[in-house]
C-alpha cells in the first residue's frame, strides 16, 4: 500500500512514511484507500488474543512488512503489561463500558499505540534502505514520551529527544519521563505549552537543513507522536478488539453498532475510531470529549477551527491542545481527498488562526461525530460521582470524556428518533498518572506530593499501584534541561553532537 499526504502531490512506501514521519510538504502521511476487514477475517478475530488481532490489521496497511516478525514483536512487548489482555474491556452498566489502556510499562494508551514502533521503524529502515540510525523526537504532553522512552530505552539504531511543556504535564508525569534511565535519551522542558514544543518539533522534522544535519551526523529524523502513521494505525486495533470482545462475551451480535466516547487532545485516538470505521468497524458515534480547551470541539459544533484563544493549563494536561494535528487528516478525507484546500486551510491556520469547514463537510462531520466538552468541575463531579456509584475510580482524562458521555446519552433520551447503541468510553490513563488530581475529586482533599496521592488513593479505592509508579518513587531526577520554545531545533542539533 502507499500512503500519500494531506497536502497532496506525495506518494511514498509505507516504510518511507514510519521513517520520515511527516511529509516534506508539511502534511501528514495517510494511506491511499482503506483496508476493508471481511467477514471471514472478523470470524477469525473473536478468537484472537489482542497481539494476533494487532498483527491482523497492522498487515492490511503495512504489506511489505514480514507478518511473523510483527506478531512476534507485538506479543514480546504486550508480555510487560499487567494481565493477560493490554486494554481489557470492563462493563459498567448495562449498555456502558470502559476500555482499559493503562495497564502498560507507563500507565497510559500509548503504551499500546507505540508496542510495536521501534520494531516497525527498524524493519522500516532496513525496507527503506536507510543506513542511519533513528532520531526520534516526540513532543510530549506528559503520555507519549515516557512511553517512547520506556520502549527505545538503551536500544540500539535509535535515540530519543522529548521536548515537553514545563508547567503543562502532571507531577507524576513529570517524575516519570525526567527519572528515565537509558544513555541514548534525552529529556527536556520547554518554557511554553504543549503546542509550543509541537510546533517546535514539527519545524525540525520539516527542515531540510535540520533533516541534512542529522544525516551529517548519521540519523534519520522521525517521530514518534501521532502524526506518524506508524504510531497511529495500532490505535486503530483497540477499537476493533473492544468490538469483538462484546460480541465473544454476549453483549452485542456481529454487526450491531456501537458508539466510542474518547478523550481528545491531538487527536490521533478520535481519528484511529474514524479510521476503524472506515475499514468496516460496525461504529454508531464517535463522540470528541474536550476539557475547557474546546477548540476542536468547537470545529465540530460550529464548522470553524479557531486557536486564537487561551491555553488553559487543567487537571487533565495530556488535553491541554488548542492545534489538534490529526484535525488535519480529518478534514483531508472531509474534503474529499482535496489536498490543496487543505493546504490552503493549514495556511489560513498559521497566518490568522482559523479557517471554516463548506456546509456539505460539516453536515457530514455531524452524521460521524458527536462533540462536547467538560469543565473543570464536572469532571470532578464525575469523577466522584462514578466512584460513588460503581466503586470505579477513573483519571481525570477519563472523567472529562464519562462527562461528556452522559452528555451525550442524555441527548439521545431527548431525541426519541435516534437509535441508541452500547457505549465504550476509552480509559486514557491510570489514576495514579494525575494522583493529586484524582484525590481532589475523590475527596477534596489536596496534597502537593504526588507519592502521598497514591498511598491515598490506594487506600480510599483498594485499586492495585501499578509496579512502574512504585518503582519509581526513590529514582533521582536525571534531566533537568529547560529551554525556551525558539530553542528546540538547538538541542536536537546539541543532541546529536
Not at 475523590?442 to 502521598?452: A, E, I, Q, W
Request: hydrophobic letters at 40%.
Amino acid at each position: 500500500m502507499k500512503f500519500v499526504s494531506t497536502r497532496g502531490g506525495e506518494e511514498v512506501t509505507a516504510a518511507e512514511a514510519i521513517v520520515r514521519g511527516m511529509s516534506e510538504d508539511g502534511g501528514l502521511y495517510v494511506p491511499e484507500t482503506f483496508p476493508k476487514v471481511t467477514a471471514e477475517e472478523f470470524d477469525r478475530m473473536l478468537s484472537m488474543d489482542y497481539a494476533e488481532r494487532t498483527a491482523l490489521l497492522l498487515g492490511k496497511f503495512f504489506e511489505e512488512f514480514e507478518g511473523a516478525e510483527l506478531l512476534g514483536a507485538l506479543q514480546s512487548a504486550y508480555a510487560q503489561f499487567e494481565g493477560e489482555d493490554p486494554a481489557p474491556l470492563v462493563r459498567l452498566d448495562n449498555g456502558m463500558y470502559m476500555l482499559e489502556l493503562f495497564h502498560g510499562p507507563t500507565c497510559a494508551f500509548q503504551d499500546v499505540a507505540l508496542a510495536a514502533f521501534p520494531h516497525l521503524l527498524d524493519a522500516a529502515r532496513k525496507l527503506a534502505g536507510i543506513g542511519e540510525d533513528a532520531l526520534v523526537l516526540s513532543a510530549a504532553g506528559g503520555d507519549t514520551g515516557k512511553a517512547a522512552l520506556e520502549r527505545f530505552c538503551d536500544r540500539a539504531g535509535a535515540k530519543v529527544m522529548v521536548f515537553y511543556p514545563e508547567e503543562g504535564v502532571s507531577k507524576m508525569q513529570k517524575f516519570q519521563m525526567c527519572t528515565q534511565d537509558g544513555e541514548n535519551l534525552s529529556v527536556v522542558a520547554v518554557r511554553g505549552s504543549g503546542d509550543d514544543c509541537r510546533a517546535g518539533v514539527a519545524k525540525v522534522l520539516r527542515s531540510e537543513a535540520c533533516r541534512a544535519a542529522a544525516r551529517g551526523k548519521g540519523y534519520v529524523l522521525t517521530t514518534a507522536d501521532s502524526v506518524n502513521f506508524g504510531r497511529l494505525a495500532p490505535q486503530i486495533c483497540y477499537f476493533f478488539s473492544a468490538y469483538c470482545d462484546l460480541v465473544t462475551s454476549d453483549q452485542i451480535a456481529m454487526g450491531d453498532k456501537v458508539d466510542f466516547t474518547v478523550p481528545t487532545g491531538n487527536g490521533g485516538n478520535l481519528l484511529a475510531g474514524y479510521y476503524a470505521m472506515r475499514m468496516g468497524l460496525p461504529v454508531g458515534r464517535l463522540v470528541c470529549a474536550s476539557n475547557k480547551n474546546c477548540a476542536l470541539t468547537d470545529l465540530w459544533k460550529a464548522g470553524t477551527y479557531d486557536v486564537k484563544r487561551p491555553l488553559y493549563r487543567t487537571m487533565s494536561p495530556s488535553m491541554d491542545v488548542l492545534l489538534s494535528a490529526n484535525a488535519e487528516r480529518l478534514i483531508f478525507e472531509l474534503s474529499g481527498r482535496d489536498g490543496a484546500l487543505v493546504a490552503e486551510r493549514m495556511k489560513a491556520l498559521s497566518s490568522s488562526g482559523k479557517y471554516s469547514l463548506r456546509a456539505e463537510e460539516l453536515k457530514a462531520m455531524k452524521q460521524i461525530f458527536f462533540a462536547g466538552s467538560a469543565s473543570e468541575d464536572e469532571t470532578v463531579e464525575c469523577v466522584y460521582d462514578f466512584f460513588e456509584e460503581y466503586g470505579y475510580p477513573m483519571d481525570t482524562h477519563t472523567g472529562v470524556a464519562m462527562n461528556v458521555a452522559q452528555m451525550y446519552e442524555a441527548k439521545l433520551e431527548e431525541d426519541t428518533m435516534s437509535e441508541v447503541h452500547p457505549m465504550v468510553v476509552l480509559s486514557t490513563a491510570s489514576p495514579y498518572k494525575c494522583p493529586q488530581d484524582v484525590l481532589y475529586a475523590l475527596t477534596g482533599n489536596d496534597v502537593k506530593d504526588s507519592f502521598k496521592g497514591v498511598k491515598r488513593i490506594h487506600l480510599l479505592t483498594a485499586m492495585k499501584v501499578p509496579e512502574p509508579i512504585k518503582a519509581i518513587r526513590y529514582k533521582p531526577i536525571r534531566f533537568k534541561t529547560a529551554i525556551s520554545a525558539d530553542k528546540i531545533e538547538e538541542e536536537v542539533m546539541k543532541f546529536l553532537g
